[in-house]
């Protein structure tokens, strides 16, 4: 037997796209193991959805057994609806309808999707390994090192440490990713109060993007409401998995410039629940609700960044998959599904290269070669969108803000 029907992978970091890939290759029967920096698989509470398109969605269903695939479906929301662009007011400028393609899109619960990823993976995902580099092992393939100084050796090394890669530099010498101008502020606040909905039933099925009077700053806020409660669905599903929330929710993100944010935010959960609050003052009652009612542990600030088409890759038994080689800004909603996209690819290439006896080097290329075309698609697109809706150009932030909304009814009256 060659190297490339025996080899064996080591993850770095247990994200959508890591626990994806070792979904597929367990299911095929390759040894593979993740390494993850967080101490457990929910120490971060950062729980806020994520819409998956049909990439996203094909992958999952590639790469996961059936029930578990099943889970994914039936605890998400229901698919389709829109996005409202509308002014600080929350009056309509224009809305964009995603029903041509009702059920290829599905809301999901982040953290519940990381739980359904872990299952099944018992004994191979090592939490509290940072990893710091790796360098050659021998006859065996790479070592991969860990900042607690340990390491483990594999034939092939996957990067998936998400935007801040400690292997990239290695990996892909020239694509550090580029920063922006624009930050985030997230959060996750009650869908209920008192039993009765704070969204009104106009914006049930809507994300809603309220554009600033001043050029930069913009307000998100979408419903996560579950199909099937994960508690019961993964009991029938999944026994013995850990569902780690079961309640409806509203997540929200403040777009803001860079600039606004005052040093040493970060982390600091109170101080950016304060920081939201101030900077929607002149936003509609709703919004400012959102903001005073977060739950302060789920409040994340994520600078905003794009990655760059890498021009060599140095490593040919190592790679990288979702933001580590293309992380961009969250306009379009493609981060996480082009990050599951890639997950399936390399798995499915590596499966093939083991089926055929070809060299693993070549299955590697292979994916590199098919990823960097669409995942940066996606980042040029991204990036546009977000010039485009936050830009300082004063003509159409004036159109979206103060032409196009005196031509719609009030959608939410302030009362
Ligand atoms: C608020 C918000 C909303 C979003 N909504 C959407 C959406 O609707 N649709 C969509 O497609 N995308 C969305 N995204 C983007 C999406 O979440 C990311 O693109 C996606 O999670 C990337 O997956 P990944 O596997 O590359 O990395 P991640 O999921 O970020 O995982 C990286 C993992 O690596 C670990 N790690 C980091 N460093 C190391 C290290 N040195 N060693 C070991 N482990 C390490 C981290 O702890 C983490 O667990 C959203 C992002 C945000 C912030």
């Known amino acids: 037997m060659g190297i490339s029907t025996d080899f064996s992978v080591a993850i770095a970091g247990a994200g959508l796209s890591g626990l994806c890939l070792a979904q597929y290759l367990t299911r095929a029967g390759i040894d593979v193991h993740v390494y993850e920096r967080d101490q457990g698989p929910f120490v971060r509470r950062q729980g806020y959805r ?3 398109d049909r990439h996203g969605l094909a992958a999952l269903q590639e790469s996961l057994p059936r029930p578990l695939y099943r889970l994914a479906l039936v605890t998400g929301d229901e698919p389709g609806g829109h996005v409202r662009f509308t002014d600080s007011r929350l009056r309509d400028a224009f809305t964009v309808n995603f029903k041509e393609e009702p059920h290829a899109t599905r809301q999901v619960d982040r953290l519940t999707l990381r739980s359904i990823l872990t299952t099944g993976l018992d004994g191979r995902i090592h939490y509290g390994k940072a990893a710091v580099a790796m360098d050659d092992g021998g006859r065996a393939g790479l070592r ?5 100084g340990t390491a483990a050796v594999a034939s092939v090394v996957v990067g998936a440490d998400g ?3 400690a292997l990239r530099p290695q990996i892909t010498p020239d694509a550090e990713p580029a920063s922006t101008p624009m930050v985030g502020v997230y959060g996750r606040s009650p869908l209920r109060r008192d039993g009765v909905s704070v969204i009104p039933e106009a914006l049930r099925n809507s994300g809603v993007l309220a554009i600033a009077d001043r050029p930069g700053r913009a307000f998100f806020f979408t419903s996560m409401r579950f199909g099937e409660r994960p508690r019961e669905a993964f009991a029938r599903l999944a026994p013995g998995s850990y569902p780690p929330t079961g309640d409806d929710y509203v997540m929200w993100g403040l777009l803001l410039q860079q600039e606004e944010v005052p040093p040493g935010l970060r982390g600091n959960l109170l101080a950016l629940r304060e920081l939201a609050a101030r900077m929607t003052t002149d936003f509609h009652p709703l919004i400012r609700r959102l903001v005073d009612t977060a739950e302060l542990d789920a409040t994340v600030l ?7 088409r890498p021009g060599r890759w140095a490593v040919p038994r190592a790679t990288m998959m979702g933001d580590a080689v293309h992380v961009m800004p969250p306009f379009g909603a493609h981060g996480g ?3 599951l996209r890639d997950a399936a690819l390399l798995g499915h290439k ?6 055929s006896g070809a060299p693993v080097e070549e299955a590697i290329a292979g994916y590199q070669a ?8 996606a980042v040029d697109n991204a990036a546009r969108l977000m010039r485009r809706l936050t830009g300082g150009a004063a003509a159409p932030h004036w159109v979206l803000t103060r032409v196009l909304p005196r031509l719609h ?7």
Do not use: C, H, K, Q
Not at 370 to 377: H, S, T
Not at 409 to 415: F, K, M
């Open 50 to 52: 994520i819409i998956l």
């Open 144 to 148: 991969l090192r860990f900042a607690d």
């Open 163 to 165: 935007v801040g890669s």
């Open 302 to 308: 994520n600078p905003f960044a794009t990655g760059r």
């Open 337 to 339: 599904n082009t990050a």
């Open 350 to 355: 590596l499966v093939e290269a083991r089926s």
């Open 370 to 377: 098919e990823m960097v075309p669409y995942a940066f698609d």
């Open 409 to 415: 009814r009030v959608t939410v009256p302030e009362a």
